[in-house]
């Protein structure tokens, strides 16, 4: 159990080891998806160190957790640094919730894009993602349109041509976070989905940073 008071603040981290409950839950029940979020989005304030150290402990002592908590929070942030305020509005709530899972694709590998005139397709495949529930997720993901532009997109697990694919070497607690591949194949991406340009990902640095211990195995050893 995660019995560090203060590092929320008045909120201590608690119930993080009940292995009766998923992943997500168990970092929902933690506070720390709300730690360094401003409050007036729904968060509880705080600071990076915070969510620092409290990520190093929970990496040390639920690593399935980590890994969910590394993906759905910086899904969180991408929402909170987006100009895009109806995708914030319509998603940040259920992101901390927990209501719905989400992850974030690393940058290194962007998915491509065609232009067919009324829309973009988008087609890629991204190794070793965690937190992809069967019964759904949001995945913030790094594109490159056909005309060069690049920037982020904010696509649901429920589009045609989306698909996950477990990897055969997953680890125990990799298995119990869900982690696996994502192929694409020509899911179409409309623009209302668009989170920002290419430096939102220079945004997400700060958070990404705090959230280091709790990276996935597969992703820190293959991007």
């Known amino acids: 159990m995660l019995t560090d008071t203060g590092l929320l603040g008045t909120a201590p981290v608690v119930n993080v080891l009940q292995a009766s409950r998923a992943p997500l839950q168990r970092v929902v029940d933690s506070g720390l998806l709300r730690c360094a979020v401003p409050r007036h989005l729904g968060g509880n304030g705080g600071g990076l160190d915070d969510l620092a150290h409290a990520a190093g402990l929970l990496q040390r002592q639920d690593p399935a957790a980590a890994a969910v908590l590394w993906a759905q929070r910086l899904a969180i942030e991408a929402l909170v640094q987006t100009f895009n305020v109806g995708l914030r509005e319509l998603w940040l709530p259920e992101f901390q919730m927990g209501s719905r899972a989400a992850t974030l694709a690393p940058g290194g590998r962007e998915l491509s894009a065609e232009d067919t005139g009324r829309g973009w397709l988008l087609s890629g495949r991204f190794h070793g993602v965690p937190n992809l529930p069967w019964e759904g997720f949001s995945l913030v993901a790094p594109v490159r349109l056909g005309d060069g532009n690049a920037g982020w997109v904010l696509l649901r697990s ?37 989170l920002g340009e290419h430096d939102l990902a220079t945004l997400l640095t700060p958070v990404a940073e705090a959230l280091a211990p709790c990276r996935p195995r597969a992703l820190t050893t293959n991007t």
Not at 169 to 188: C, D, G, K, M, Y
């Open 158 to 194: 429920e589009e045609d041509g989306l698909s996950v694919h477990a990897t055969p070497e997953t680890h125990p607690h990799e298995h119990e976070s869900a982690q696996a591949s994502i192929h694409l194949n020509r899911v179409f991406f409309r623009e209302d989905e668009w």
